[in-house]
């Protein structure tokens, strides 16, 4: 079997950022997968789940809803390994140019107040596993250390 592109990136290298993970093809339309990298693979905890879980409900739904972006997310959910998320567009595009949109989204998350979005046993299959003061954290930490002044070598593998 050959190797995932996801697995040629060496993770011991790896730091927080912004990377494009793959463009694929379907039809004649191009995807790009990006990596949103928050915490250094293998020299940093991972996140726990019930912050993940926040932070993919209240990103999912900010994308959903944006003004000018809402039609092309295809998808933004957690990684496996829990040290960020995958986000698919509809287009060609490169890391630089979703940085915009992922500073709206973390300091979204990092300001939000109130009830989680889909945090209901009926929107939800695990409901009581979210962390709102966690995810805050986790957003206001990657806006800070990461996309505020992010550098190339945080935006190409």
């Keep these: 079997m050959e190797t ?83 986000l698919i567009l509809a287009g060609e595009y490169e890391s630089a140019d979703v940085v915009p949109l ?3 989204m973390f300091t979204f998350v990092k300001d939000y107040e109130g009830e989680i979005p889909g945090a209901s046993p009926v929107e939800c299959g695990n409901y009581l596993d979210l962390n709102l003061p966690m995810a805050k954290y986790l957003a206001e930490k990657y806006l800070t250390e990461v996309l505020d002044g992010i550098t190339e070598e945080r935006l190409v593998y």
């Design 4 to 86: 995932i592109a996801s697995f040629t990136v060496d993770h011991l290298k790896l730091l927080p950022g912004v990377y494009v993970s793959r463009k694929d093809c379907t039809g004649n339309d191009i995807v790009t997968t990006f990596d949103i990298r928050m915490t250094r693979p293998n020299f940093e905890p991972v996140m726990n789940t019930a912050e993940i879980h926040a932070l993919e409900h209240l990103g999912a739904t900010f994308l959903r809803n944006h003004d000018t972006m809402s039609d092309k997310i295809v998808y933004f959910g957690p990684m496996g390994c829990r040290t960020g998320f995958y």
């Design 102 to 104: 992922l500073k709206e």
